[in-house]
């Protein structure tokens, strides 16, 4: 068994996770994983668990938050999960 680097939970069906920089963590739920490794929203510091948006190598949760900090590239973001086709 190995434990939980978040919660220290010493449980048999833990994970690792192996980052692009080669760090290996160990997590017993998907939502330890996400509180130790999701990034940050850079306008409204929510946790972002889904896509995101990259602008110039920053983080936001979505478009709406991008646009707010890079007005700079405004009118080339995009927020386009959920979209609906033309």
């Known amino acids: 068994m190995a434990t939980c680097e978040v919660?220290?939970?010493?449980?048999?069906?833990?994970?690792?996770?192996?980052?692009v920089s080669?760090?290996?963590h160990t997590f017993d739920?998907?939502?330890c994983a996400a509180h130790k490794l999701a990034p940050i929203c850079e306008h409204c510091q929510v946790k972002i668990i889904g896509h995101g948006v990259e602008v110039s190598g920053r983080f936001f949760c979505c478009g709406h938050c991008a646009r707010a900090v890079e007005a700079e590239h405004g009118a080339q973001i995009r927020d386009t999960v959920g979209a609906r086709p033309a």
């Open 7 to 19: 919660c220290g939970n010493d449980y048999w069906l833990t994970f690792e996770v192996r980052t």
């Open 22 to 24: 080669g760090d290996v």
């Open 29 to 31: 739920s998907f939502e």
